[in-house]
């Protein structure tokens, strides 16, 4: 589950960015602003990156509930 939080952390900010392409292209260059929060973009890198640890935790649980 806290991996799918960070896809979507992730994917979210790169969907309003295509979507402001999109329209920047229909409706014109002057009238629709282009930009991208790379905050959303770093809290789902580090989303991710926590969703391995609690993989690897988990994994380690596994291993060690075998030994005793």
């Known amino acids: 589950m806290v991996r799918e939080i960070g896809i979507f952390s992730i994917w979210i900010p ?3 960015f295509v979507i402001s392409l999109l329209a920047k292209l229909v409706i014109g260059a002057d009238l629709v602003e282009t930009s ?4 959303g973009i770093v809290m789902g890198i580090a989303v ?3 969703s391995q640890i609690f993989t690897y935790g988990e ?3 596994k291993e060690v509930e075998g030994l005793i």
């Open 14 to 16: 790169v969907m309003e």
């Open 59 to 61: 994994n380690l649980e």
């Open 36 to 39: 991208v929060q790379i905050y």
């Open 48 to 50: 991710l990156f926590l």
